[in-house]
């Protein structure tokens, strides 16, 4: 990662119990959504800039141009 990069904490599952990394994205970065718990409460995102999907909360994130 860059020197700009920030370090994102994701979580390996949709939830709080689950094990945390860090991984470097760069502020501003686009990330794909690929899936939500069922309350919408946690976001799983693909293809972090190491290739790995991981979970955040929602509230981490400006989503747009979803369709349901």
Known sequence: AG???IR???WSGP???????????????SVR??????????????CLPDGSTGW???SYLV???LFR
Do not use: K
């Open 3 to 5: 020197a700009n990069a």
């Open 8 to 10: 994102l904490v994701v």
């Open 15 to 29: 939830g709080r119990a689950f094990p945390t990394r860090l991984a470097p994205v760069a502020p501003g970065a």
């Open 33 to 46: 959504t690929v899936g939500a718990s069922s309350d919408g409460a946690w976001i799983e995102l693909c």
């Open 56 to 58: 955040v909360p929602s």
């Open 63 to 65: 989503l747009g141009n």
